[in-house]
């Protein structure tokens, strides 16, 4: 059985021209003080790396396989994949801040020995709270091990979601 989660990236081309309009507005204000050439670049470079920077899309589970396939996508489209089997990853799902206007929300931080795979976070790369709570419940399912922290009070209790 598979179970795929798709993030609702609202308007990526929204992204790319406020990136743009941004780093043209910088370049006038700031590039006069500092020279323009090297404000220029600075600027270039920043706007190359947003572009670039690949951001979660979709996590796929396979119950049968117990695997988590990620695929990230970037601004430009280009996409990657990645498979990881269930018992080489843990993840913790808790309160954090996500800002200082959102206050503590639920947060999905899913790691391997290595490396952190993905942090779903709500409201940012277009992941919802309800999406975040099923894929928290999906990992349990496929036997993903859970850390918690003793004695911390900001863990989220993870609850069958009625599909």
Do not use: H
Not at 1 to 18: V, W
Not at 22 to 40: A, D, N, P, R, Y
Not at 62 to 82: A, H, M, P, R, V
């Amino acid at each position: 059985m598979t179970k795929t989660y798709i993030a609702e990236i609202k308007k990526p081309l929204f992204y790319l021209i406020g990136a743009v309009t941004l780093s043209l507005i910088l370049t006038v204000i700031v590039g006069g003080l500092i020279g323009l050439g090297v404000f220029l670049v600075l600027n270039l470079l920043s706007l190359i790396y947003q572009l670039r920077t690949f951001r979660p899309k979709k996590l796929v589970f396979e119950f049968n396989n117990k695997s988590i396939t990620l695929t990230n996508t970037n601004l430009l489209g280009s996409e990657s994949q990645d498979l990881y089997k269930a018992s080489d990853l843990y993840f913790t799902y808790r309160k954090r801040t996500v800002s200082r206007f959102q206050g503590y929300r639920d947060v999905c931080i899913i790691d391997n020995k290595i490396k952190t795979i993905v942090v779903l976070t709500p409201d940012q790369n277009g992941w919802t709270d309800e999406e975040i709570r099923k894929i928290a419940s999906d990992l349990i399912k496929i036997g993903t091990k859970r850390i918690t922290e003793k004695y911390s009070d900001i863990e989220v209790t993870i609850v069958e979601p009625s599909d």
